[in-house]
């Protein structure tokens, strides 16, 4: 039998992704799951979306532009000056998805065996696209006690070396819904221009800002823009995850000549959920707004409960819609296995992303799950009560 | 400014796209482009398809299973069957378009600096795809003379060396419209298994025969199953290039592990699309009969118009929708692009693809352009009539 190559073999399995099994047999054995482990809004996508694809005219689902449609990118534009963002339409490749505009952006400036720098912890499949591209993810430890801010910046430099090209942030946070200052975003900037590397940000949480905390996107920034790539996605700002479309944003032209030729090998980003994404643009602010509001909602229901389960602690998320929660247990792994497996109230379970999967070390991030607030309250409060009910009868639970 | 990757600097421009901006320049002049240069068939989506896309009743566009939907894998599944294709859902990774088939295949067979033998010409796109894996195409010339049939068995394994990973076909074939008889299938089936290498093959014109061919799936080999990868897509069968829904199906446990992987880190091909082809599938065998019956036509009437226009030759196509065409030119890029600049007749002119890009060395395919023949025949007969004036007109036509 032929061999795989080394990195298929050696791939971790997604985090959020690695129970699914579990949870097919808990769902086969009648018991209803509350999903906090996955990043899948249940608000509805906007209706000019959802009429664009009833009214969607065409006879034949053609191939579309490589770089997406010149109207698309226009509206973008504007959205991204409405957001004091200013770029071109040029400057914009539309994408199947943030994911594909990471691989992407990586296949551009990196080479076999280069590093990428990236506080931890981070978006697991950060390091599953890396290694697509046989490159290293460095991972600076943030701490939990200062809510995941920005390692000191001297420890990032000192990271730094001849096969480092990139500093790669995720900004609001995903797990940890930390939102980076703009010192924060300007040490880093700095570091980029004086090392000559890259510095990317994926910024598709940007609305999602709580507790009066503000974002400041990498191409507001002065100075960096031939060093800035941001990574955005019509995911989760119109609760459209399963549209795949993405961008990759960047003033370098290199970059950007060389990224549109990657994308014209796949030739396009899907045609009709670029169409119903296009009609998302136009939908008045009040969607955007609400859905806003609702996480604010969520995400104070979520701590409240959390606050009340003894031994729980957590780090308090200033934007996003994820929050890493510190339980009593050596392994969340086990324990996030064992709610689906062998727990239940009422015939109801819970699953969570075990955190370890956010981090690089084989043993950070054991005591921590990451929970996503993507219930409505009542589900949210009901999944959180679900959370303290399972530590209470889980065999190895801690002190 | 910091640098670009090797390959991101070094990335050929698809042969397909590569006049892009001169056909938008044309269309601003006020020319009418008949597209010969790109596989986008004009016949209508399946009314089944279009009607799911209206009929769409999610209100969250949400992920969607990493793989694909079950029973969208069980529908191709008995697709498959119908096909004398045996095998399970489990067998079957849905993926955004055979693009990404391909890009997931390479990358969970092979390493940085490995290679793959592909006959040549092949669809250009193969060489984006290799090199975006770090991975080398060592073309094997097939000879215009012999329509491009398999090149010499011998000739094929003196290629094999110890970083050899995979033999790659597509049949039919793009650019040539070649379909490779069972016996060359074998023979190289049996090189695969002597050597211990993966044998992929691209079978997404798989319907699409002519004057009496037949197709032979890698998946009805027998011996070979630990070997084979079948690259698959609904582009062509149901003209919704657009949808960006394919497959890649082996039923070799540790690729579809690894592939699997790859695949939970970019979350789910795109939910409407899969939502679309899913409909397709169970369209009445009429829409794909016509469709062939259509292409026929379209063959013929291409094969005709072309052996009137002198010194001008053509590989004869057996399947798919290309052909490759002999002009008394010595540099087919300058000709398509002299077309698109300073050709027009009656304010019509024609794009096509020039064949060097489908030919691993810099000077092969410079005499010949690729056609594809997706236009109805009254459209494809003014098509070649234009290429005809533009070969009467092109100041450096030979002889």
Known sequence: MPEISRKGANLPTSPIR????????????????????IGQPDLPSPNSALEAIKTYKEKVIAYGPSEGTKSFREKLTNYYKRNNIHIQPTDI??????????IMALDCITNEGDELIIPEPFYANYETFAAACGVKVVG??????????LPYINTIEAAINSRTRALFICNPNNPSGYVYSKEELLALAKLAIKHDIFFIVDEVY??????GATHTSVLELEGVSEHAILIDSMSKRYSMCGARIGCLITKNKEVIAAALKFAQSRLCPP????H??????????????????????????????LRKIPNVELAV????FYCLVRLPVSDSDHFAKWMLESFEDNKETLMVAPANGFFSGDKTGK?????AFVLETKKLVRAIELLKLALDQYPNKLA
Chains 1, 2 share one sequence.
């Not at 690695?18 to 482990?37: M, P, S």
């Not at 600076?140 to 801010?149: D, R």
């Open 317 to 320: 998320p200033k934007g996003a």
């Open 206 to 211: 940007r609305e999602f800002l709580y507790d």
């Open 271 to 274: 045609t009709i959920a670029l």
């Open 140 to 149: 600076i430890p943030a701490s939990f006690e200062s809510q995941f801010s």
């Open 93 to 102: 490749l539309v994408t199947t998805g943030a994911s594909e505009a990471i």
């Open 367 to 371: 005591d921590m799950i990451r929970i």
């Open 276 to 305: 119903a994404c296009e009609a998302a643009i136009d939908e008045p602010a009040a969607y955007l707004e609400n859905a806003i509001a609702a996480y604010k909602l969520r995400r104070e229901t979520a701590i409240d409960c």
């Open 18 to 37: 690695k129970l699914a099994h579990q949870a097919t047999l808990a769902k086969e054995r009648g018991i209803d799951i509350y999903h906090l482990n």
